[in-house]
């Protein structure tokens, strides 16, 4: 879109020129350099400000301006041979500005920023988008997760939870919270107002996940060692499942057949047979510490690992391959991650690192960081992104903070 506007900025630019100086034509003049100025203004917005790219199109103009002058000037056969060669330079003047200035506005990509900050009383620890500008928030310290408005900055609603909501999974009008703290789910309905708490038979539960079809929630109780089945219709567990140690994420497969667990303290992902309800004797080796799953698309998870390479503070986003079975990436950023999103392209992996205060953006398909932001002080932990993509939350522990970040050109 960007080149396109450029290179009608040349072409009109270069018309306002000629109609003022050769062909004396006041009418044509000013339509040219209105149309040229409206379109440069179009340009300023929607490319977030960028002059130099601009002011290289209206030089080009002026460029090409002089080519059609000299060739009008230049003595022809008839008006016609003259008239066409005036056209063809012309035009292939233009169709090569557009290919230049093109690849410039490429490379020009928007960086995230700050938008906006919300600041409570108490420590922050799971967010869940609620909707259109509104999101929860878990109290880490506390026995709630509230429901505030990013307009207004303001709390609209107290949900009563157990002590530390770690995890909110929210499906439809109904919220899945995992109480650390009190070894208890929260099950919420956000229309009705009705809750109930269900004890996962388990220490420390931190990570939850839907099995719509089966109406069961999977529970990772991180301090015993297993997953706990709840029967959401009983409204009870009926099965604990041993894992590795410190089981601190759940992901399941599309089909609903196979739950992963990443096992922080055995460095391992570990298969459920979600129909069967058993552990599968297959792990995964992943690296030191996994502490996310992340699914990229139907097929590839990213595992993310807190601690790779301990003695240079690095950590590692595995790319694994349910299908075939294996590793196909290994992306090395900063040591200690805590939490990991993906964009809604798909193509970036947005992180926090609470150990150096950073919140990192990953290019997946380059295996490479491209952007980070620091804050200092606040130790960003968990993440979560609007539905529409455009924004990140960020909760910053030590500054008692949700921080919004627009992702802008990192979308």
């Known amino acids: 879109m960007s080149s396109v506007l450029l290179g009608l900025v040349v072409a009109f630019t270069a018309a306002s020129f000629y109609f003022f100086t050769v062909k004396r034509n006041t009418y044509f003049t000013v339509l040219s350099f209105i149309i040229s100025a409206k379109l440069s203004i179009l340009f300023i ?15 080009a103009g002026g460029l090409v301006f002089s080519v059609m002058a000299k060739v009008s000037a230049a003595p022809a056969e008839n008006g016609a041979a003259r008239g066409s060669r005036e056209y063809i330079i012309s035009a292939g003047f233009l169709i090569l500005l557009v290919f230049i200035l093109g690849g410039c506005t490429k490379k020009e990509i928007r960086m995230p920023s700050v938008q906006a900050e919300l600041e409570f009383k108490f420590i922050p620890s799971a967010i869940a988008e609620a909707g259109k500008d509104s999101i929860y928030i878990g109290s880490e310290r506390g026995k709630a997760v509230y429901l505030y408005s990013l307009v207004g900055k303001k709390r609209k609603k107290i949900i009563e939870t157990g002590y530390n909501p770690s995890c909110i999974l929210r499906d439809g009008n109904t919220l899945y919270i995992a109480n650390k703290r009190s ?42 060692g297993n997953v706990a089945v709840i029967d959401l219709a009983e409204r009870k567990v009926i099965e604990r499942i041993s894992t590795g140690k410190w089981p601190s994420d759940l992901y399941l497969s599309p089909d609903g057949r196979f739950l992963y667990v990443s096992c922080k303290y055995t460095n391992t992902v570990e298969i459920i047979d979600a129909e069967k309800q058993k552990h599968l004797f297959t792990k995964i080796d992943t690296g030191i510490s996994p502490v996310k799953m992340v699914p990229l698309n139907r097929r590839l998870i990213a595992i993310l690992n807190e601690w790779e390479y301990a003695f240079n503070h690095q950590s590692t986003i595995i790319v694994f391959d349910t299908k075939e ?72 522990q030590n500054s008692k903070k949700v921080i919004l970040i627009g992702v802008n050109g990192l979308l």
């Open 45 to 59: 917005l929607t490319s977030s400000g960028a002059v130099y790219p601009l002011l290289t199109a209206i030089a």
């Open 183 to 224: 070894n208890s789910v929260t099950v919420y309905d956000d229309v009705s107002g009705d809750k109930y708490d269900i004890k996962t038979r388990g220490r420390h539960p931190c990570a939850v996940i839907l099995n719509r079809g089966k109406n069961l929630l999977y529970a990772a109780n991180t301090g015993s």
């Open 325 to 396: 079975y294996s590793l196909k990436s290994s992306i090395r950023v900063d040591g200690g991650i805590f939490d990991g999103v993906l964009s809604k392209s798909k193509r970036y992996m947005y992180i926090t690192v609470p150990l150096k205060d950073k919140v990192i953006f990953v290019d997946i398909k380059k295996r490479q960081k491209v952007y980070e932001m620091e804050f200092k002080d606040q130790v960003p932990k968990r993440l979560a992104l609007s539905a529409d993509g455009k924004t990140l939350y960020v909760a910053g």
